[in-house]
């Protein structure tokens, strides 16, 4: 029984057709474009991050690290399908592209460009990490250990401000510094690595300070996704291929049946015909 289920598993199971292309440039204008179209897309994940990174603050440290991490993957696999679907559209416009030159047609530098090359997503991702580095990579540099800050004085301490024994000290509690480069590029560091930032916060600072100083790694971590899905593309196509051989070898099998069939019948009403005679 369960050769007999091996065999139907291996029988349906589709065979990629790989099918010549042409190859594009790997640095094209549109892989630029397709970079700035993932710059856009940090943006995104950083708005996702705020809104659903918060409430992902568990108590639970396995609750919390799961959530976590499930929201950086969901990220990831949105950059994923969307790379495994540009891949799978340049490798047939490679295909397309190929024909045309082997039949003498003129093909435009644009559309030559365009097509499927294996170093395409990493280019791309490149240009997406650009910004993400400018900003991550100074704030790893300066990061230190979080410490104990000054908290807000109870009402009843105004009362000692008029003695000048006490108002001095008083006086530097009220003093507020303003907002800097680096304070600007660590918030927006903590963002973009805020889900790694809410496990880092579970094991004290010594783990928010390592988070910090990996912070450039952890901010690609999505990106990554990129030129995972984007090599996909040949294989993908080539599935497709192998659908449609398998689609008209279905429908071959098919016709042969029913031409099998019908001659069967008319045979057995000829055979009628002939005993009724």
């Known amino acids: ?5 091996t065999k139907k598993k291996k029988k349906n199971q589709l065979t990629p057709v790989y099918k010549p292309y042409q190859k594009g440039n790997w640095h094209s204008a549109g892989a630029v474009r397709q970079g700035l179209k993932l710059m856009l897309c940090y943006l995104a994940f950083a708005f996702v991050y705020v809104i659903v990174g918060a409430p992902l603050q568990f108590g639970n ?3 919390r690290i799961i959530s976590n991490l499930a929201l950086v993957l969901c ?3 949105v950059v994923y399908m969307n790379a495994a679907r540009l891949g ?6 490679g295909e397309i592209v190929l024909n045309r030159q082997e039949e003498g047609k003129p093909v ?12 395409k997503g990493l280019f791309v991702m490149a240009v997406a990490a650009i910004p993400v580095l400018l ?8 990061a230190e250990k979080q410490v104990y800050v000054l908290q807000s004085l109870p009402s009843w301490v105004s009362s000692y401000a008029g003695h000048d024994e006490i108002a001095a000290p008083l006086a530097y509690y009220g003093r507020q510094a303003a907002p800097g480069v680096m304070d600007y590029i660590q918030l927006v560091s903590r963002v973009l690595i805020f889900p790694f930032a809410n496990m880092a916060s579970l094991s004290g600072a010594d783990a928010m300070l390592a988070a910090d100083r990996l912070s450039p790694l952890l901010a690609l971590v999505p990106a990554l996704g990129y030129p995972l899905g984007y090599r996909t593309g040949p294989r993908s196509r ?3 291929h192998g659908s449609i051989v398998s689609s008209h070898k279905r429908y071959v099998r098919r016709e042969k049946k029913a031409v099998a069939e019908r001659r069967r019948q008319r045979e057995e009403a000829a055979r009628k015909k002939n005993e009724l005679i």
């Open 88 to 93: 799978d559209s340049e490798v047939a416009l």
């Open 1 to 5: 029984m369960q050769n007999r289920n």
């Open 135 to 142: 900003i991550t990579i100074p704030f790893a540099v300066t």
């Open 75 to 77: 990220c990831g696999a």
């Open 238 to 240: 080539a599935l497709t």
């Open 108 to 119: 435009s530098d644009k559309d030559r460009e365009n097509c499927y090359h294996p170093l």
């Open 61 to 63: 440290a396995i609750l």
